[in-house]
């Protein structure tokens, strides 16, 4: 099966600029989840949806920060306006239910300047 | 709040040698999962122990789960110098939806 599809593989924006993050899910996956991973961390919940409804979304900075998941497959994140903090990998991941193992993309690497 | 803490944070091996992790978690789980991540990729799920299981095997791979404790440890056998990556624990709890993700255990197997 093709794996979760995550695009651009690397961004670099200077900061107070916009950015959006797209992923495509593994085919037939209810579950869709954004992470943010600082370096030499670990995955940070974002957002996790159940079909294109939003599950959790308690660690999402709202004031910068949405998601949305149209017609329950893609995603996009966005990212408005960007501050140097925001610098980090963002990791998109599908799973078949809630607590199923989850199939990660490679992420984008977001750098601001 | 965060589920799985992996201990130690950092460990370096010899090539043959064996490396375990530990992972501690707060809240009943249904199933706790292993992870792996190398250096610029995603995370790569490795093995699942569901919460009435106390040990599971999967080729190098040995995870034992301690509910009681609330506890977990991964054993690799063997180590090669590909197994140099980091390694998650993740528990969906029971109740509501969450996954969250421990700091990790990055692991170096020296050739």
Known sequence: EAGVAQSPRYKIIEKRQSV?????PISGHATLYWYQQILGQGPKLLIQFQNNGVVDDSQLPKDR???????????TLKIQPAKLEDSAV???ASSLESASPLHFGNGTRLTVT | SQQG???????S???GENATMNCSYKTSINNLQWYRQNSGRGLVHLILIRSNEREKHSGRLRVTLDTSKKSSSLLITASRAADTASYFCATPPNTGNQFYFGTGTSLTVIP
């Open chain 1, 65 to 75: 920060f949405s998601a949305e998941r149209l017609k329950g497959v893609d995603s």
């Open chain 2, 13 to 15: 091996i010899q090539e």
């Open chain 1, 20 to 24: 959006a993050f797209w992923c495509n």
């Open chain 2, 5 to 11: 803490e992996e201990d130690p944070q950092a460990l």
């Open chain 1, 90 to 92: 963002y990791l998109c």
